[in-house]
């Protein structure tokens, strides 16, 4: 079976930034990334012990030896938030990178042969979590990495997301402006943040999808999310590729991704 992207679905990343795909993981493999993701959030905790802890704009952040944790933003909240980079916390996680269902699309978005991770992060929106402001990704990359344009997304929902407990959204159309203006508000992290002046809100896309489905976006679509109104937790993989022999961003080693396709080459950068 092909899971390579379609030509319409190719038209839509283009033309819209961003495409779907529903249900892609079902039964026990949903079930054990779930519970994958829930091991992986209790040892990137426990991890903190040893940590780091810092505050930006008053949100506490945790540096462990090889992952950031942002905890919830209520004072004092032990609940995590975001646990970046994610999968050397659990196998199963560090499995899915290699996933024909995530590499083989990612081949065609990248646009090359061979990929590897570039970043993947355990977004955990608990019960009653904090949203995510409108924002793009290529700004907080451009500084450590010479091919943005080439680190396209995967969010990978394990629950069914809605509009009640936080779904993702994105602006449609909003990557072909390329680098947005920031909120420039004084704020420690508003640089990072997209200055909603600069975007249409009519374009705004709600991804309510079903667990188990895959969202595809581009590095400089806007996107967001509300925060968690229910009592019901909206957990999503976020996985960022690149092409095959660059390092990730947070470790200073190259993590290739799937099968191998080509012999292996020195990477000749791009
Ligand atoms: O999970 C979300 O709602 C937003 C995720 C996001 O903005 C990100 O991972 O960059």
Redesign the pocket.
Known sequence: MTHAVSRQELEQYRSDGFFVRQRVFVGAALTGLCAAADRAAARAVAACADGRAYYLDGKRFVDTVDATVQFEHTPGSETPR?IEPVHHFEPSIDALLDDERLVQPMRDLVGCQEVALWTD?L?L?SAYGS??PW?Q?APYWIHSCAHVHALP?V?VALDDADLVN????VIRGSHRHGNLPGTDDGSQLGGLLTDIKRIDLRDEVALALPAGSLAFFDPYTV???QPNRSPRQ?R?L?LTYQPAGHQMLKAPRVRNCGVQLLPSRPSTGL
Request: net charge positive; hydrophobic share 30%.
């Open positions: 975001v992060k977004n929106k949203g995510f924002h990704d997304n969010m936080g779904c993702f959204r996107h967001g999310s909206r999503a976020v």
